[in-house]
């Protein structure tokens, strides 16, 4: 168990919505990343928040947002989903933000647009 | 941009084998170098990490050295066992790419062990 709990485990939903995945971070931990697993994109950053402030974007759409609340823990919104946004989103906190920090990953929640 | 390229998979070896997995990187800065393990149905685990040129990282009888004259970090076991069958990934964090610390992976290498 690495500590970063994420919920949902698993979504199914339907092209067109919108959906909120969760991730409460290691307790301590100031920094929070999003990943998207895909069998096509493989595994791409999304975007970090450190301490309540976006810290780092990746690929992100626009029709994706994130944020991170005064307790810590995260929420990435998904909407307008597409067939394609289906993949499995992982969350991961550390301590920092240097380039050494070791990255914590919660379990993922899968999500299927259908 | 930064990305690492991993060697493809699947890999199936027996238990006691011998195991490498090449990765090579590109990166703009001076990365630190990690690889993760994803068990099925989990989460990825740090495996083990190298900071700087030379360094080498080591966990559970896995091995990895940060080779900068070739942009290299193979990941090597010397016996492996049917319990280290799962996707293993190499990945960089790269202090060049302007704030953050966001980790590139490579496209993950699948181990499959057999008695």
């Known amino acids: 168990d690495s500590g970063v709990t994420q919920t949902p485990k698993h979504l199914i939903t339907a092209t067109g919505q919108r959906v909120t995945l969760r991730c409460s971070p290691r307790s301590g931990d100031l920094s929070v990343y999003w990943y998207q697993q895909s069998l096509d994109q493989g595994l791409q950053f999304l975007i970090q928040?450190?301490?309540?402030?976006?810290?780092a974007k990746g690929n992100i759409l626009e029709r994706f947002s994130a944020q991170q609340f005064p307790d810590l823990h995260s929420e990435l919104n998904l909407s307008s989903l597409e067939l394609g946004d289906s993949a499995l989103y992982f969350c991961a906190s550390s301590p920092g933000q240097g380039v050494n920090t070791e990255a914590f990953f919660g379990q993922g929640t899968r999500l299927t647009v259908v | 941009g930064d990305s690492v390229t991993q060697m493809e998979g699947p890999v199936t070896l027996s238990e006691e084998a011998f195991l490498t997995i090449n990765c090579t990187y590109t990166a703009t800065g001076y990365p630190s170098l990690f690889w993760y393990v994803q068990y099925p149905g989990e989460g990825l685990q740090l495996l083990l990490k190298a900071t700087k040129a030379d360094d080498k990282g080591s966990n559970k009888g896995f091995e990895a050295t940060y080779r900068k004259e070739t942009t290299s970090f193979h990941l090597e076991k010397g016996s492996v066992q049917v319990s280290d069958s799962a996707v293993y990934f190499c990945?960089?964090?790269?202090?060049?790419?302007?704030?953050?610390?966001?980790?590139?992976f490579g496209t993950g290498t699948q181990l499959k062990v057999e008695l």
């Open positions: 990945a960089l964090s790269d202090p060049g790419t302007g704030g953050g610390n966001k980790l590139t």
């Open positions: 928040y450190y301490n309540g402030e976006e810290r």
